[in-house]
């Protein structure tokens, strides 16, 4: 069953123009189905996957052979799994500089395999696109449509009941616990569910770490993994992380990089203008998926039952903004004032994992004082609503609001 994805709008909008089209992201986000379904759509198209081992020698030792059998008959030609190909992104610019009026579309499982193989040899050739797990938009369009469009719809200001806040928020928290895979998504149970997030957590250590990375110390990076699901939310203590998992600083630092270029973390750094006073020092941890977090650490109890809530709703908020293509930042200051989110370097967020007064914290007051932007968010339960300070705009929202940050790039 199909899943639609924003992404496919944006990747059909470049149809006609010729560049070759990547679609990077974790293991089993949708990347082939979304692929399959765009070639579905087209006439005169070819669907290949480098899974295949025949596809993949014919392009690896004999690329003049591979472009008579499957690039020259078609419009639209599909390889799945690119980063299986010794020397993909050398053969693709050769394909690319002979062959006219074609349109190539690759995935790749990590962003690491298409910048090695492909994206160095193919400059201004190829539009590069990160699918992530489910967004929340998405995930509520697949569970509930009338819910969704009634969101969607919903006019600004407008207030929400306290039975629609309910059930938007049952959703919400059913998603932060088990994250937004596909294939979960589509599990009829809470048991399959856990079992196949299990199973990408598996699957993620045997094939993209040990294999293609060729790291064989799997038992450390699960153990690395496990001390950053406790450290969500704050700021990496390298120390601590090599202490738990006996990685010393070298090789901390390059499983952390392979994690983060996985799409299994965020590393948000910190925001600064002056380093004389702000402290610029390490990132924050943050996981793009809470149900992969929650599978390593198998922890998949109900929000309400957990102490760690308060992170994961800051985790929530840090996955949709960056699903939405922000940049995000964190400040903290020697003086203790920190605000969770500074995104596209101006917009101060702020997220509350309870009810809250709709009033501004001292930290919050101290960013807006310094830096003066148009607009602040707090992400909390409380009704919506936003006044002034100064000439500073601050909107109290709810965390399932539509986030606006993309418009302010």
């Given at each position: 069953?199909?899943?639609k994805?924003?992404?496919e709008?944006k990747?059909?909008?470049?149809?006609?123009t010729?560049?070759?089209?990547?679609?990077?992201?974790?293991?089993?986000?949708?990347k082939?189905?979304?692929?399959?379904q765009?070639h579905?759509?087209?006439?005169?198209?070819?669907?290949i996957?480098?899974?295949?081992?025949?596809?993949r020698?014919?392009f690896?030792?004999?690329?003049?052979?591979?472009?008579?059998?499957?690039?020259?008959?078609y419009?639209?030609?599909?390889?799945d799994?690119?980063?299986?190909?010794?020397?993909?992104?050398?053969q693709?610019?050769?394909?690319?500089d002979?062959?006219q009026?074609?349109?190539?579309?690759?995935?790749?499982?990590?962003?690491?395999?298409?910048?090695i193989?492909?994206?160095?040899?193919?400059?201004?050739?190829?539009?590069?696109?990160?699918?992530?797990?489910?967004?929340?938009?998405?995930?509520?369009?697949?569970?509930?449509?009338?819910?969704?469009?009634?969101l969607?719809?919903?006019?600004?200001?407008?207030?929400?009941?306290?039975?629609?806040?309910?059930?938007?928020y049952a959703?919400?928290?059913e998603?932060?616990?088990?994250?937004g895979?596909?294939?979960?998504?589509?599990?009829?149970?809470?048991?399959?569910?856990?079992?196949?997030?299990?199973?990408?957590?598996?699957?993620y250590?045997?094939?993209?770490v040990?294999?293609?990375?060729?790291?064989?110390?799997?038992?450390?990076?699960?153990s690395?993994?496990?001390?950053?699901?406790l450290?969500?939310?704050?700021?990496?203590?390298?120390?601590?992380?090599?202490q738990?998992?006996?990685?010393?600083?070298?090789?901390?630092?390059?499983?952390?990089?392979?994690?983060?270029?996985?799409?299994?973390?965020?590393?948000?750094?910190?925001f600064?203008?002056?380093?004389?006073?702000e402290l610029?020092?390490?990132?924050?941890?943050?996981?793009?998926?809470?149900?992969?977090?929650?599978?390593?650490?198998?922890?998949?109890?109900?929000?309400?039952?957990r102490?760690?809530?308060?992170?994961?709703?800051?985790?929530?908020?840090?996955?949709e903004?960056?699903?939405?293509?922000?940049?995000?930042k964190?400040?903290?200051?020697?003086?203790?004032?920190?605000?969770?989110?500074?995104?596209?370097?101006?917009?101060?967020?702020?997220?509350k994992?309870?009810?809250?007064k709709?009033a501004?914290?001292?930290?919050l007051?101290?960013?807006?004082?310094?830096?003066?932007?148009d607009n602040?968010?707090?992400?909390t339960?409380?009704?919506e609503?936003?006044?002034?300070?100064?000439k500073?705009?601050?909107?109290?929202?709810?965390?399932?609001?539509?986030?606006?940050f993309?418009?302010?790039?």
């Amino acid at each position: 069953m199909y899943i639609k994805r924003t992404l496919e709008t944006k990747i059909t909008k470049y149809l006609k123009t010729p560049e070759i089209i990547a679609v990077t992201g974790a293991r089993q986000v949708g990347k082939t189905t979304l692929l399959q379904q765009i070639h579905q759509g087209l006439d005169n198209s070819l669907f290949i996957t480098f899974e295949d081992v025949s596809y993949r020698q014919l392009f690896d030792t004999d690329i003049q052979a591979f472009i008579e059998l499957y690039i020259q008959p078609y419009k639209y030609i599909f390889i799945d799994e690119f980063q299986y190909a010794n020397n993909g992104g050398q053969q693709l610019k050769r394909i690319f500089d002979t062959v006219q009026d074609k349109k190539i579309f690759i995935s790749g499982s990590s962003v690491l395999d298409l910048t090695i193989h492909a994206v160095k040899h193919l400059a201004g050739r190829l539009f590069a696109f990160v699918l992530h797990p489910l967004s929340f938009e998405e995930f509520l369009a697949f569970k509930n449509q009338e819910l969704h469009r009634y969101l969607s719809d919903k006019k600004e200001n407008a207030k929400f009941s306290s039975i629609m806040l309910e059930k938007l928020y049952a959703y919400l928290e059913e998603y932060i616990v088990y994250g937004g895979y596909p294939r979960v998504l589509l599990s009829p149970d809470h048991e399959e569910k856990k079992e196949v997030l299990r199973n990408i957590l598996n699957v993620y250590l045997l094939r993209d770490v040990r294999d293609l990375m060729g790291l064989f110390d799997d038992y450390k990076m699960i153990s690395l993994m496990k001390a950053l699901s406790l450290q969500t939310g704050n700021v990496i203590s390298y120390q601590e992380l090599s202490q738990i998992t006996s990685l010393n600083f070298s090789s901390l630092k390059k499983n952390l990089n392979l994690l983060e270029k996985t799409y299994v973390i965020g590393l948000p750094r910190p925001f600064f203008t002056n380093k004389r006073i702000e402290l610029v020092k390490n990132p924050k941890i943050y996981f793009h998926d809470t149900g992969l977090r929650h599978a390593v650490i198998d922890d998949f109890r109900r929000m309400e039952m957990r102490q760690d809530k308060g992170a994961l709703w800051e985790n929530f908020i840090y996955a949709e903004l960056m699903k939405e293509g922000n940049d995000i930042k964190y400040w903290r200051t020697k003086s203790k004032a920190e605000v969770d989110f500074i995104v596209n370097e101006k917009i101060p967020v702020e997220v509350k994992s309870s009810p809250t007064k709709t009033a501004v914290g001292k930290s919050l007051h101290s960013y807006i004082e310094k830096y003066n932007p148009d607009n602040a968010y707090i992400f909390t339960k409380k009704t919506e609503e936003s006044f002034m300070i100064g000439k500073t705009a601050v909107h109290f929202l709810h965390h399932f609001s539509k986030i606006p940050f993309a418009e302010q790039h």
